[in-house]
Nanobody, 126 residues
Framework: QVQLVESGGGLVQAGGSLRLSCAAS????????MGWFRQAPGKEREFVAA????????YYSNSVKGRFTISRDNAKNTVDLQMNSLKPEDTAVYYC???????????????????WGLGTQVTVSS
């Protein structure tokens, strides 16, 4: 069983930055895909970013590309999301997720992820 716990959310002004972190339990963390999703009120949960187990390949939604950076530290079992140039439309609950996939992974597909954290709120004021 894998447990994921997010932290780092909060209130920030537009143009500011936040860094989210997700801590994972489990000894095989380094072999799995990790992703970040977000869900705004009244909207579907949407893909934000993902990173392969080795940390060598990253994937982003068009809405955050160039502003957000995903990274992982396999020694610490953590995955981070650095969010810069935040906009009010980035306001959402952000979720960390793990996908047990080794090839032909579908990084942006919510249903392909096997474990989820409880989420952390990010609010960007204008």
């Amino acid at each position: 069983q894998v447990q994921l716990v997010e932290s780092g959310g909060g209130l920030v002004q537009a143009g500011g930055s936040l860094r989210l972190s997700c801590a994972a339990s489990g000894r095989t963390f380094s072999t799995y895909v990790m992703g970040w999703f977000r869900q705004a009120p009244g909207k579907e949960r949407e893909f934000v970013a993902a990173i392969r187990g080795s940390g060598g390949s990253t994937y982003y939604s068009n809405s955050v590309k160039g502003r957000f950076t995903i990274s992982r530290d396999n020694a610490k079992n953590t995955v981070d999301l650095q969010m810069n140039s935040l906009k009010p439309e980035d306001t959402a609950v952000y979720y960390c997720a793990l996908q047990r996939c080794f090839s032909a992974c579908m990084y942006s597909v919510r249903s392909k992820y096997d474990y989820w954290g409880l989420g952390t709120q990010v609010t960007v004021s204008s």
